[in-house]
């Protein structure tokens, strides 16, 4: 079984650019989340989709990050602009309809200059 | 609201020695818990979870967790170390009927020779 695919593996930009992630989860799960991951912290959420909509952004910082699962599959999280203190591991992770094991990517590594 | 703590930031532990990392959880309700690894470069990965029943968990790798509802706690052991467990270790919580999980800061664990 594929697991959670997501791409870029790394990323360096300078402030106030703008840079996006691709999550693609595993086959036929309906829940997608993205998480930071800043250096020495634990995971946090984000954003966390059911199939193409938004269940919680609570912690979203919708004034430069968005993100959206148009067709129920793929996901795509953007930063612009983007700030030094965005620098951080960004996961996705996915979980099946029935159950809470959540299935996490390898992670995007951003380093904002 | 729901937190995690991890009073450890880093644990040194010799090779074939036993392990305890600890896990404090605050929540009003019983919660789902959770331990997940995390190798350099890597996603997160679930060790074992608890929901409900039998208090002590058995997970992957020769892990166990012991659920202590009176000392709201949720600390992961291992009888013997192997250096392949040198890794970060993250306790995380889940609200009852939701997926989205809380993490700690998390644990360093060395292992020496």
């Known amino acids: 079984e594929a697991g959670v695919a997501q791409s870029p593996r790394y990323k360096i930009i300078e402030k106030r650019q703008s840079v996006a992630f691709w999550c693609n989860p595993i086959?036929?799960?309906?829940?997608l989340y993205w998480y930071q991951q800043i250096l020495g912290q634990g995971p946090k959420l984000l954003i966390q989709f059911q199939n193409n909509g938004v269940v919680d952004d609570s912690q979203l910082p919708k004034d430069r990050f968005s993100a959206e699962r148009l067709k129920g599959v793929d996901s795509t999280l953007k930063i612009q602009p983007a700030k030094l203190e965005d620098s951080a591991v960004y996961l996705c992770?996915?979980?099946?309809?029935?159950?809470?094991?959540?299935?996490f990517g390898s992670g995007t590594q951003l380093s904002v200059l | 609201a729901q937190s995690v703590t991890q009073p450890d930031i880093h644990i040194t532990v010799s090779e074939g020695a036993s392990l305890e990392l600890r896990c404090n959880y605050s929540?009003?309700?019983?919660?789902?818990l959770f331990w997940y690894v995390q190798s350099p470069g890597q996603g997160l990965q679930l060790l074992l979870k608890?929901?409900?029943?039998?208090?002590l968990v058995q997970g992957i790798k020769g892990f166990e967790a012991e659920f202590k509802r009176s000392q709201s706690s949720f600390n992961l052991r291992k009888p013997s170390v192997h250096w392949s467990d040198a890794a970060e270790y993250f306790c995380?919580?889940?609200?009852?009927?939701?997926?989205?999980?809380?993490f700690g800061t998390g644990t360093r664990l060395t292992v020496i020779p």
């Open positions: 995380a919580v889940a609200q009852t009927g939701a997926n989205n999980l809380f």
């Open positions: 086959s036929g799960h309906a829940t």
């Open positions: 608890y929901f409900s029943g039998d208090t």
């Open positions: 992770a996915s979980s099946p309809p029935q159950g809470r094991k959540l299935f």
């Open positions: 929540y009003g309700a019983t919660p789902y």
